[in-house]
């Protein structure tokens, strides 16, 4: 579903800094050769995170769903000068695709890739995390946000991707297991008084949290 019209969006990408040149090899690769591209974050989503990542200048970058890479390499763009992202995907079948492209970047150095299941991973991570992005299965959302909530810093972000998850949230027939608990997550964020949140309609809908 397109939350806004075709030629908004596409004037938004047009006003919009380009993909460079690593960025938009892997999107078109990802879409040529590798299942469910649609998952990629891509350019206006890429560069949104970019972006907030240049704001905050992380030491530590935590995010849940490497999928293909894309959204790892736009996050970390705006790490400090010694900051590292660790990023953390289940697919064993994808680590060669991935890691090709990581190496192909200027900043290979600061990323730390993981396969395995986050929930088993995320209790070894012992530094404070500046943002994290929830970008795996959506039925553990609100497990990922529990089990990292302790570790990101007072004044850190938490992001969620896909929250609006194709505008089900707001259609009350809707009742598949994706939907529930993603309606649930974003009731169970926005109450949470521990921090203050914003529903962006950006792609498929991205929360921000900042914890206060
Ligand atoms: C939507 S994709 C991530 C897209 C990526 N962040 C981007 O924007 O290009 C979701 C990814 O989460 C991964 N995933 C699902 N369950 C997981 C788990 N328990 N632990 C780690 N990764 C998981 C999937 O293998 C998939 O690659």
Partial sequence: MEFIPSDIDQYCVDHTTPENDL?????????AKVLQSRMLSGHLQGRFLS????MVQPKLILEIGTYTGYSALCLAEGLAENGKI??????????DFVRGFFQQSSLNHKIDFRVGN?????PDITQEIDIVFIDADKLNYA?????????VRTGGYIIAD???????????????????????FNDKLHTDTRVENILLPIRDGLMVVRKK
Avoid: C, Q
């Fill in 118 to 122: 986050a929930l088993e991973i995320i």
């Fill in 143 to 151: 497990n990922y946000y529990d089990l990292v909530f302790d570790k």
């Fill in 51 to 54: 972006m907030l990542s240049h």
């Fill in 23 to 31: 960025l938009s090899k892997l999107n078109r690769e990802t879409h």
């Fill in 162 to 184: 896909n929250v609006l998850w194709s505008g089900k949230v707001s259609n009350p027939a809707a009742k598949d297991k994706d939907t529930l608990s993603i309606r649930a």
């Fill in 86 to 95: 660790i990023t953390i995907d289940v697919n064993e079948e994808l680590e």
